[in-house]
């Protein structure tokens, strides 16, 4: 096998042995612009075991840092905390080549896997919610996380480490050749995971509160964290976790997302009018247009923002695709605790702002006003309308 990949040693007896996609760019409709990796890890336990695998085309990575530490045929266990298949792909072809005692999954894992595969049909055993597994030295701990952010999702604790592999909470995509959290800047940090959180995980921020409690009434401390994607945290993991406690919480700034599509300019102009309004009256606009911020961006930034104020022309009796397209991707996020309200210019029938509104309507939005619609041009009168509409959401803000 080559040599060109080794481990990483995590502590004394664990060991990355995952594998970095530097050429990563979309996630399932969110944008990765850093790529990912797909971590997995090895514990030099009395019984060897190998928690996680890696997306099918990385398996002789994966394999080769295995060899690295040891003979792969020398694992004895697998553990699959989550059974999507940029880490479950190579799974089957892993369990052929190295031939472990024993595989397990969460319970719904087990179905997952079967179903993604006849050869994962047999042979996998389902840890229940709080069952333990000896590894001879060394003790397994397994916590079901169902909906984060699949079913099967499931945490694994290695007791004497006090280490967590959190599987899809905590990570983000970010490739790279660090390893570890303390040694990438704050600021990439802080970013990628909060777009990783935006994107993947908030349509169960309140499923992610209430693990969080379960976590803290079960007395679970942690000196490492080690996700599936992204750096491992071995200092100071609070800093993530505290993160997300407060995302989950969906607690809103001051802050508003203008986000438009236009034709002619026209419904431009009366978004910048409207980020304007805001902004005097101290709310700061994020003002994005669909044809210059992809729908992850606007996510993003949605994370935090209080208001949702949305924009669209009118083509062939229906709101822009793109604007259709983001707020499709929005409403799955299920934002909350979120006013906003809709425009938008015409030149016939004028559908768009009122489609756009009933979206929003959808999305459990607080709608205040009525949509603003404006013919052709915006006048000046239009363009004030436009000011008073951004002024009224910030005042109702800052009320």
Not at 83 to 99: K, N, P
Not at 231 to 246: A, F, S, T
């Amino acid at each position: 096998m080559a040599d060109a990949y080794h481990a990483v040693p995590i502590t004394e007896r664990v060991y990355w042995v995952g594998a970095v996609d530097w050429t990563l760019r979309d996630f399932h409709g969110y944008t990765t612009r850093r790529g990912s990796s797909y971590n997995a890890y090895l514990i030099l336990a009395d019984r060897v075991t190998l928690v996680d695998t890696v997306k099918k085309p990385f398996k002789e990575e994966l394999l080769s840092r295995v060899a690295s530490v040891i003979d792969p045929r020398k694992v004895e266990v697998i553990v699959s905390n989550h059974s999507e298949m940029d880490h479950s792909g190579c799974l089957a072809e892993v369990i052929e080549e190295v031939r472990p005692r024993e595989v397990y999954a969460s319970p719904m894992g087990v179905k997952t896997l079967a179903a993604l595969s006849p050869s994962l049909s047999t042979g996998i055993t389902a840890v229940a919610d709080g069952r333990s597994v000896s590894l001879g030295n060394m003790t397994l701990s397994f916590m079901e996380t169902r909906m984060l952010h699949w079913p099967d999702s499931m945490f694994t604790y290695l007791q004497e480490e006090k280490l967590l592999f959190s599987q899809d909470a905590f990570g983000m995509h970010l490739a790279s050749h660090e390893r570890f959290a303390d040694e990438i800047d704050t600021a990439v940090l802080e970013y990628e995971a909060a777009t990783y959180f935006a994107n993947i995980l908030l349509p169960y921020a309140g499923l992610m509160t209430k693990l969080l409690a379960r976590v803290d009434s079960a007395g679970l401390s942690f000196d490492v964290i080690a996700p599936d994607h992204g750096p491992v945290w071995r200092r100071n993991p609070g800093w993530i976790v505290e993160r997300y406690r407060r995302w989950a919480q969906q607690k809103r700034a001051k802050k508003a997302v203008v986000v438009y599509g236009t034709m002619w300019h026209s419904t431009e102009k009366m978004a910048r009018y409207i980020g304007e309004g805001l902004s005097s009256r101290g709310v700061p606009a994020k003002v994005m247009a669909v044809d210059a911020f992809h729908r992850s961006d606007i996510a993003y930034e949605m994370l935090d923002a209080a208001a949702l104020v949305v924009g669209t022309s009118t083509l062939n009796n229906n709101m822009l695709p793109k604007v259709a397209d983001v707020l499709t991707y929005l409403k799955g996020l299920r934002p909350s605790n979120v006013v906003g309200a809709a425009f938008g210019s015409y030149g016939w029938s004028g559908e768009g702002a009122s489609q756009a509104n009933e979206v929003l309507k959808e999305m459990k939005v607080a709608l205040p006003l009525e949509p603003l619609r404006v013919r052709h041009v915006p006048t000046s009168s239009d363009l004030a309308a436009c000011r008073e509409l951004g002024e009224k959401l910030a005042d109702m803000l800052n009320a």
